[in-house]
């Protein structure tokens, strides 16, 4: 996780712009991914739930100038990634590499805002190594995380 300590400064936005762009990033990842019978739960974390999200100073962080959404999708063993979203490289919570399905789609929002999409699977979210994997890379993966997020969709 060292790549995270070389964020530049960031001017936060006002939180009704916030929550805004918050609402539509919420509102287009469910038209992009629902109705899907193989997702269990959508949740939000980030900059955009604990009213930090921003604009960051030059050159930007992770090719972009500004914070971007986070989302974490819960989904069935067998689900298929959509190929709207490319691979991130960077987005390694988990040691074996087949767990950490991170995506990236860039301008996702008012072609200006980037959305990263987690996506783990029913199988990983059962064991308790990968639960405590997933809470110290700030993804609640349980329902008594201590990390902030909202539950955007839920299947249950």
């Known amino acids: 996780m060292g790549y995270l300590q070389k964020r530049p400064q960031k001017k936060v936005f006002r939180k009704e712009k916030i929550d805004s762009l918050r609402n ?3 509102e287009k990842i469910k ?3 629902l109705p899907n019978e193989k997702i269990i739960k959508i949740i939000l974390i980030g900059s955009s739930i604990k009213n930090s999200f921003g604009e ?3 050159p930007g962080f992770r090719g972009s100038l500004f914070s971007d959404f986070d989302f974490i999708v819960f989904v069935k063993d067998d689900f298929e990634i959509p ?3 490319e691979r991130e490289p960077d987005g390694k919570p988990f040691p074996e590499d087949s767990m950490n399905l991170a995506y990236r789609n860039k301008e996702f929002i008012e072609n200006k805002y980037d959305v990263e999409v987690f996506f ?3 199988a990983n979210v059962q064991d308790p190594k990968i639960q ?5 890379a700030g993804i609640p993966i349980t329902s008594d ?3 902030k997020h909202l539950i955007v969709y839920s299947s249950e």
């Open 145 to 147: 995380s201590k990390h």
């Open 56 to 58: 960051y100073e030059q």
């Open 31 to 33: 038209s992009k991914l």
């Open 83 to 85: 190929k709207w979203l």
């Open 24 to 26: 539509q990033a919420i």
């Open 120 to 122: 783990i699977k029913n």
């Open 132 to 136: 405590e994997l997933g809470e110290l």
